[in-house]
């Protein structure tokens, strides 16, 4: 085989290998020694040296997708068509064209048509039956983890619990119903009425705030200053009165957009995770009472107690309400985050996330406003190392929030907003800020029993952690309690598996596509098994999958450990089922998804979000 013909392009990492082995294994590991930034692969699985469609690491580890920034690459004008990002996919999903009434959903369910003969939706159960779209061969996922299907007549595998002679469903003997789908903190639709109305009360955030003006506080009277500090004991809850925090040598999940979602979230439970956080939400969309943005607060219950929940703000009233509302209508949060580290620009010009860090007196007032009015919720911040990459200032941030004691932990992300994902996390600058934090808990540590101040306050390091060894080599520097994962988990979800059994696990092919067919019924549980529901869960798989993909297994490297940032030459796997699963095209992700979620339909579209993951570019 030529040089030429070895760095020609694979139309797919399937189309592997047939004149691999003429190929000098020696030489290959030379040039792949020889490539900075390259994984070490043995020869024999080595297909071709050129690796021009990598893509970056530019996931945004708490952060909303970022739409407008590209990760452009390349050496000419016809790579950089290949990288970047598909900024206008489209990623809404076709509902079913006929749609049911909700009361025949369960045919013997004995609900009744609120709108009676007003209802516009169809009630003929055979009508519809006959119209739906063939059932999905074998049995319905979601009947066997909870002995019953929530989406009744409309589920896809409605063949496997359903008699078709007496329009009746079939439950599993002794199954508990449970409509919530063992989901928790869920918000009723009269109270996000309330707060889209704005006809709610916000008692506690109205004190709070009038406390935190010093300009207002010394323009009221004696009386009724006086009032408002009656009225702030009544509600405040002491930060050492608060629910208890434990990060020490604790396993945590980082906030993720899009792919940290509940059902990942719950798999990651499976797979060691002590800790898990919510996708950041938008403190004015919660207080707007919007729809999308209370979802993401819901958790599953095995998320609880070790559930944060994590919020974006610029301003005292959206930070407290926000607060406020979370401990009024979630019971099972155990911690509200404060989100000071999200680089996008989006958010960074409306003086939320990273944009925070230049102006610490507000970010600290915020923090303060949230303390008073979450109730027995701690508070707790994440941030980076600064700004700009020549002048990180998080130490000194760190400092003053100490000292104002309205907080229970600190992540710090070791990069600069301007660093965004590039360049390797600073963790000598996170153990010196785990250097005040020691100190501060020392020299606390005498009036822990009559302070307010929360203690200790813990600090949780976060960047690049991608094996049990580097866990070991940060929580063993000093001040560090523990490392938040963030892409480690999603590249490799069995990442804290590894931590746990401090080895390297060289998971099979097998092993894995487990993994996803466990992610796939706790997505098909918590979005539903109907049409929209299958589409809903393709879709966020395949995001999944966009990470997974990248996952480098043991048993084909030459050389550890492994790292985040290597980016590997065209390779093939042990079997072909590994190299499918090492495949970048989305196609071949979305081939994946039809081993649990059944055939994709023309009402399916999922566009990936790198470019250099489109399968129209790997031909080129």
Known sequence: MTEESLKRPLESTLDSTSDINNTNDENKKLKTEELKGVAVIKPEFIVSLNNDDAIDDDLAEDSRENNEDSVATGSNKDKKKNRGQNKARKLIQIKEEMKICPSIIDPQSGKICIKGSECNWEHDIKKYLDQK????EGQCPVWNLLGYCPMGIKCRWLSSHFNYDLNQLIYKENYIRDDNREEINLISMDDKRLLYKKKFDFPNSEVSIKLADDDKMNRMDIEN???LENEYK????KASEKKKLNYKGKKVLSPLTTVGNLPYRRLMKTLGADITFSEMALSNSLINGQNSEWALLKAHKSEYPGFGVQIAASKTWQASKSAELIYKFTNNVSEINLNCGCPIDLLFKRGEGSALMGNSNRMKNLLKVMNDCSGDIPITVKMRMGINDKKPIADEIVKKLLNSGDIGAITI????????????ANWDYIENIGKIVKEYNENFEELKD????????????????YTFEDYNEHINRTGIDTVMIARGALIKP?????????QYLDKSATERLEIIKNYSNFALQHWGTDEFGINTSRRFLCEFLSFTYRYLPIGILDKLPPKLNERPPKWRGRNELETLLGSSDYKDWIKISEMFLGKANENFSFIPKHKSNSYENSRN
């Open 133 to 136: 779209e063939k059932c999905i």
């Open 413 to 424: 992300h070791g990069r600069s907003r301007q660093q965004r994902y590039t360049k390797e």
């Open 225 to 227: 200053r006086k009032k």
């Open 234 to 237: 009544e509600f405040k809850i």
């Open 494 to 502: 069995w990442i804290f598996e590894e931590i746990e059994s401090q």
């Open 450 to 465: 009559v302070s307010d101040k929360p203690n200790p306050v813990y600090l949780i390091g976060n960047g690049d952690c």
